[in-house]
Structures are given as structure tokens and as C-alpha cells.
């Protein structure tokens, strides 16, 4: 039996998906990208999941992007609309999910590699890794969400440049641009994101779960509209049980525990 394109894992409250096509330096085809879409559905129905985790297999490579050969093998404008379609429903999934994602990236992340960590939350990258958008050296462009997003989470010069060029750059330029939270030695990635991964899951689910629907809300919105959200987010919160327990705990001088109610 072939091995899966994702492999799925849990460690206490941290879920993980490896991308697995060693072989395509983890490139995504369709079929992978449906299985991603598959997986994350598990994990975010499963509650005793409260961090997921995205990473490659092996060392090499995140994604190294699109899977090229499978692009280049469809032809008619009915294929290609079906991989833009499947590539941004699951991005998309991937930035609103209810839940907070990490990507630990090792290795090429290029294409839809960059575009895809463009939608998680927190990103560590490898001191080895290499990001970058080259679709336009295939006569392409960033075009699974990777136009848009990244425009709007650098500035904007630097995203043109980005994009007009498809040059690939280091981690540290990475770091530097905003594009990535931190770089590890490659030793330490995964030890690295877990420890951040456990340390976020011990925070509250649902208070988590209603920021990040607030920012992503807030993101499209003026901002008298976004601070009315807020303000009817915040009460929401306000009102939870893990609320009354941190604040107790503080009170009280202890650790709280969160249950996510
Ligand atoms: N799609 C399909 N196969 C890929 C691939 C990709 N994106 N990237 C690498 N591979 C395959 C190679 O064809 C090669 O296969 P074979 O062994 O069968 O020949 C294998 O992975 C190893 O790759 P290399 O021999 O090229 O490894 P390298 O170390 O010399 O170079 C690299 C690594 C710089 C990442 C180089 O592989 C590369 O440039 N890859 C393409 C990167 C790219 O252009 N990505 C953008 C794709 S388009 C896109 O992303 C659009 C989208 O999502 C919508």
C-alpha cells in the first residue's frame, strides 16, 4: 500500500500534518491537497486537539509548491479552475480554523509552500530554510492566495519584489520581513514548535477560537465596524467560564486550567 500524502498524529492537546511526498519535495498535487482538507477536518473535530501543527517530511523541504508536473499534465480551462478551487478552499480552511495553526518549516518553502504558511498563524522556520514565491519563472504567479495575503502581511514594495522577481530568500530574510515569527537551529525545529504549540494549548480554546474569528473578522473591516465586533466579542468572553477561572486563578494565586466553556 502506498504511504499516505499526509500523515496525521496527535501528542496531547498538539495535532500534527506532515505533508508526505518526499520524493516531490513534498509538492502539492490535488490528491494531497484533498487529503490535507481530509485531515484538518479530523483533527478540528476533535476536541481534545487545541493546536495544530503543519510540517514536511524530512528535511529538505517544506513544500517545495505546486506539484509542476501534475499542473502541467492537465489540460483545459475545466482542470486548472478545479485546482484553484481546491487549493483555496483548503487555504482558506486553513486561515479560519477555529483553532490556532503553526507551521514549522524546514527546508524549501516555495510557491504554494509560502503561500500556504501565509495562512497559518505562527510560523518557525529551520535556519537552512529557503522561502520564496517563483511562480513568475514558470510564467505564473502567486496565485493560491499568495498575491493577496502577502501583500497584506508585508509591506508592499517588498511583496512586489517578492512576487516580480521569485527570488528565494533565507530564513533570517524572512525573519526580517515579518514573514516568519522565529528561526531555529534545524536540530530544534519540531522541539521548538511543540514547546510553543503546548504552550498556546494551555490557554483557553474558546477565548482562542473567538479572537481569532475577531481578527480575522476585523482584518476586512473599517475600523468603527471592527471595534463594535470586538466590543461584542469581548463580552461574549467576558461571560465564559475559563474567564472567571483565570481570573480566579490569579486571585487565588495558582495556575488556571481552561476547559474551553
Ligand atoms: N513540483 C513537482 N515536483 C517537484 C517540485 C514541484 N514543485 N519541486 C521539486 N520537485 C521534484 C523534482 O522534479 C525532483 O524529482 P525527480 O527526482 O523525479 O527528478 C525532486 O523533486 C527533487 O527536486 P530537485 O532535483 O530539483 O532538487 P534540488 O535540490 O536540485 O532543487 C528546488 C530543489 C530548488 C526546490 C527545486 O526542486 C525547485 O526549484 N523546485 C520547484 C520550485 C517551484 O518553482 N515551486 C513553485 C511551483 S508552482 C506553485 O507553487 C503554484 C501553486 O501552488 C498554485
Redesign the pocket.
Known amino acids: 500500500m502506498p504511504e499516505p500524502t499526509i500523515l496525521r498524529s496527535t501528542k496531547g492537546p498538539v495535532g500534527t500534518l506532515t505533508i508526505n511526498r518526499p520524493?516531490?519535495?513534498n509538492?502539492?498535487d490535488i490528491d494531497t491537497l484533498l487529503a490535507l482538507e481530509r485531515e484538518l477536518t479530523a483533527l478540528e473535530a476533535d476536541a481534545s486537539v487545541r493546536v495544530i501543527v503543519f510540517t514536511g517530511a524530512g528535511d529538505?523541504?517544506f513544500i517545495?509548491?505546486?506539484?509542476?508536473?501534475?499542473?502541467n499534465s492537465r489540460q483545459g480551462l475545466a482542470h486548472y479552475l478545479e485546482?484553484?478551487e481546491i487549493?483555496h478552499r483548503v487555504f482558506r480552511r486553513i486561515e479560519l480554523c477555529d483553532k490556532p495553526t503553526l507551521c514549522a518549516i524546514s527546508g524549501?518553502a516555495?510557491?504554494?509552500?509560502t503561500?500556504l504558511l501565509l495562512a497559518t498563524d505562527i510560523r518557525i522556520a529551520a535556519d537552512h530554510a529557503r522561502l520564496g514565491l517563483?511562480?513568475i519563472?514558470?510564467g505564473?504567479f502567486?496565485?493560491?492566495g499568495g498575491s493577496q495575503r502577502l501583500i497584506r502581511q508585508v509591506s508592499p514594495c517588498k511583496a512586489k519584489e517578492l512576487m516580480f522577481i521569485g527570488d528565494?530568500i533565507t530564513a533570517a530574510e524572512a525573519l526580517q520581513l515579518g514573514l516568519i515569527n522565529r528561526v531555529v537551529e534545524k536540530e530544534r525545529l519540531l522541539e521548538e514548535t511543540m514547546a510553543l504549540a503546548e504552550r498556546i494549548a494551555e490557554k483557553s480554546p474558546l477565548v482562542l477560537k473567538l479572537l481569532k474569528r475577531t481578527l480575522a473578522n476585523g482584518a476586512d473591516m473599517p475600523l468603527p465596524a471592527a471595534l463594535a465586533h470586538e466590543q461584542a466579542m469581548i463580552g461574549l468572553v467576558l461571560d465564559t467560564r475559563d474567564a472567571h477561572e483565570g481570573c480566579a486563578a490569579f486571585l487565588e494565586k495558582r495556575q488556571p486550567t481552561f476547559e474551553g466553556r
Open positions: 520524493q516531490a519535495l509538492a502539492l529538505k523541504a517545495a509548491g505546486g506539484d509542476i508536473a501534475d499542473l485546482f484553484a487549493v524549501w516555495l510557491g504554494g509552500g503561500e517563483p511562480e519563472t514558470l505564473l502567486p496565485g493560491a528565494r
